[in-house]
């Protein structure tokens, strides 16, 4: 079964810090990988994504670092603020056949950040 | 806000139940996938409607069905409702492989 492992569960970040989370994939078809933010009673809204052919992708205070090698991709939020207290989510994608693109998630990271 | 609007918000029904839920898709979108988010996991793939076929299955049952519209928007029916249906419902419109979700429909199943 295609699965992606998301760690840790939840962390707890000082304002100002860094927040890292990591996730790893077994598929070696997955060619897209975003990362979601969601916050209680709302959905998921994409934060950023990164394609298979780069090793980084940086949008304001969002990097996403990836290994391909390693099957592995991890989302860093520089300077780390109260508002980005929610639950992310890796997921990954790729072409399951005539056009079909299903999104594989992650079980979340609650990121809690402390003033 | 993404453009993908779900209804209703909220709903509850009783075990055996039937439920359609609603989603307008984004303006330019020709794709509709549907997702299952039990409390406390990720969204699970249900099915995905291009050009109003079904084009993409997850692991769900035959009670699971869906449309999709001439003008993209769609619909999930479940039937023979279960208690483990208790779920955030999440429809996502998307051009190509980016997608963009709505913001769900509670289902509570008693």
């Known amino acids: 079964q295609q699965q992606v492992k998301q760690s840790p569960q939840s962390l707890i970040v000082q304002k100002g810090g860094i927040s890292i989370i990591n996730c790893a994939y077994e598929?070696?078809?997955?060619?897209?990988f975003p990362w979601y933010q969601q916050f209680p009673g709302k959905g998921p809204a994409l934060l950023i994504a990164?394609?298979?052919?780069?090793s980084e992708k940086k949008e304001g205070r969002f990097t996403i670092s990836f290994n391909k090698s390693a099957k592995q991709f991890s989302l860093h939020i520089m300077d780390s603020q109260p508002g980005d207290s929610a639950t992310y989510f890796c997921?990954?994608?790729?072409?399951?056949?005539?056009?079909?693109?299903?999104?594989?998630f992650g079980k979340g990271t609650k990121l809690s950040v402390i003033p | 806000e993404t453009g993908v609007t779900q209804s209703p918000t909220h709903l509850i029904k009783t075990r055996g139940q039937q439920v359609t839920l609603r989603c307008s898709s984004q303006?330019?979108?020709?794709?509709v996938s549907w997702y299952q988010q039990a409390l406390g996991q990720g969204p699970q793939f249900i099915f995905q409607?291009?050009?109003?076929?079904?084009?993409g299955r997850g692991n769900f049952p035959p009670r699971f069905s869906g449309l999709q519209f001439p003008n993209y928007s769609s619909e999930l029916n479940v039937n023979a409702l279960e208690l483990d249906d208790s779920a955030l419902y999440l429809c996502?419109?998307?051009?190509?492989?980016?997608?963009?979700f709505g913001p769900g429909t509670r289902l509570t199943v008693l």
């Open positions: 996502a419109s998307s051009f190509i492989n980016e997608q963009f």
């Open positions: 598929n070696t078809a997955f060619d897209y």
């Open positions: 990164i394609r298979p052919d780069v």
């Open positions: 997921a990954a994608s790729n072409e399951a056949g005539a056009g079909s693109y299903q999104l594989t």
């Open positions: 303006s330019g979108h020709n794709t």
């Open positions: 409607y291009y050009r109003e076929e079904e084009n």
